[in-house]
């Protein structure tokens, strides 16, 4: 069973299937609502839902073959850093001629010197080149980046860290998002897969947004949220979360991801005229905030907003959309603290007003929005595996990359030299270098 996990055909198969799901996730939508869903892909819905399609990445059968990989990577890796080791520490210095013959690389030289001064001759010379020399009288060994070796088997473990920060991540681990107003203070959010909120055990408050634009666009520049974060009433940590620029706290990341206009507003410009006295009056209210007409009976307030306005088929006003498009504001007025009349003012139709008629004319000039910060939350307890792993994914890489195995064996046989080289990659590299060792023996 174990012989059949460290399979690297058993690895090739896994990646095969892995590969083939990841494009399938790419090109079904993926964690997306229901009811779409089910309008796009229609009778396929519940075969791909039961299937766990939808949210592809956390599905059971997918971790499971992240788990089956990550075993695979884990059991090849013990099994090759035993032979990777064994040559390292006890190479095979002694070896049959034939073995030596054999080798890519060979090469034989005769002599008439006495064969321990050859022995000592040969020695010196592979330690020149850089090659730890073992053996002694007719065998003699030199090998050299025997370390590099260490590099694979850091790129093994490395992806097994990764692989296994990536499962506890995706098992452990959730992602969110919140939208929060201006002045609004929030201790939960909604994570993608469930409607169960998830809370906090600090509050998070939205004390400014600003958006920066493009000139003469409306693509937004740049968008910063400035925060408070609070535990027990006591503000704890004060900072700026922008694009590429996260707030990270108490192990959860906060991202700025999007932002909006909310159904609340800052402000709400009014100009108030009177009929008969011709007097102008300016407002700048909050919306349900009572204002008086100076000099008069007469007090008003703002009770409600909308951004589209338009009717529905019980002539009932609504938004049509988050858009100010066709902004409005429901005014009461009240005469002697008694309830008198409620009419519409429109920003667009300064003129058009169901105010007609009273003593004074309301005028919607100006607006400012509330804007949201949709912010996107992850909490990832597999991060520190991935950077453990991609920091030993480098160094193994360095290692492999920078120096490569080689390995000499010189056997003298009567009046003959016998040399045989091997090297684990790079053989253009390594020829040359042989070749410089025979010429040097020859010189000897």
């Known amino acids: 069973m174990i012989k059949k996990l460290a399979s690297i055909k058993f690895t090739i198969v896994l990646f095969v ?48 073959l992240l788990v089956l990989l990550t075993l695979n990577i884990l059991t090849c890796s013990i099994d090759r850093l035993g032979i990777i080791f064994r040559q390292i520490i006890s190479p095979p210095i002694k070896v049959e001629l034939s073995y030596i013959t054999q080798q890519k690389f060979n090469s034989k030289i005769k002599f008439k010197t006495a064969p321990n001064l050859i022995n000592d001759k040969i020695s010196e010379g592979l330690e020149k080149f850089g090659y730890a ?27 097994f860290l990764i692989l296994v920060g990536a499962a506890i991540g995706g098992i452990f681990g959730v992602k969110g998002n919140i939208e929060i107003a201006e002045g609004e203070k929030v201790s ?50 004060d900072k700026k979360i922008e694009v590429n620029h996260p707030l990270k706290y108490k192990k959860f990341s906060f ?10 507003v800052e402000y709400i410009a009014l100009t108030v005229k009177g009929v008969r006295n011709k007097e102008v009056f300016s407002f700048k209210v909050k919306l349900d905030e009572e204002f008086n007409l100076p000099k008069t009976d007469f007090k008003a307030k703002v009770e ?89 994914l480098l160094l193994g890489l360095m290692f492999s990359l920078l120096s490569y195995y080689r390995r000499v064996w010189i056997k003298i046989d009567k009046d003959t030299i016998y040399i045989g080289g091997y090297a684990h990659r790079n053989p253009v590299h390594f020829e040359k270098e042989f070749n410089q060792i025979i010429d040097k023996f020859k010189q000897t």
């Open 17 to 64: 299937i892995i590969a083939i799901t990841s494009i399938v996730g790419t090109l079904i939508i993926q964690q997306a609502d229901v009811d779409f869903l089910k309008q796009r892909y229609g009778v396929l819905f519940q075969i791909f839902n039961f299937l766990g399609i939808f949210d592809l990445y956390h599905s059971w059968w997918f971790i499971v």
């Open 133 to 159: 020399v073992l053996g002694k009288d007719e065998n003699v060994f030199g090998h050299k980046g025997a370390w590099s070796r260490i590099g694979v088997i850091l790129v093994h473990f490395s992806f």
């Open 188 to 237: 939960q959010f909604y994570s993608r897969n469930s409607q169960i909120p998830y809370p906090l055990d600090f509050s998070i408050y939205l004390k400014k947004f600003t958006v920066e634009y493009y000139p003469d666009t409306q693509r937004p520049k740049s968008f910063i949220s400035e925060v408070e974060i609070s535990e027990k009433d006591k503000v704890v940590l």
């Open 255 to 264: 991202y700025q991801s999007s932002f909006g206009t909310s159904e609340k």
């Open 304 to 392: 409600d907003f909308l951004p589209d306005f338009a009717m529905d088929e019980h002539m009932k006003p609504f938004s049509k959309s988050e858009e100010s498009n066709n902004p409005a504001v429901l005014i009461s007025l009240f005469k002697n603290d008694k309830f008198y009349v409620s009419f519409w003012a429109f920003k667009n139709f300064p003129e058009y007003h169901v105010s007609k008629g009273l003593p004074y004319n309301f005028y919607f000039n100006d607006f400012k929005h509330v804007y949201y910060s949709g912010l996107q939350v992850t909490k990832d307890p597999g991060v520190p595996f991935i950077y453990i792993g991609s920091g030993l």
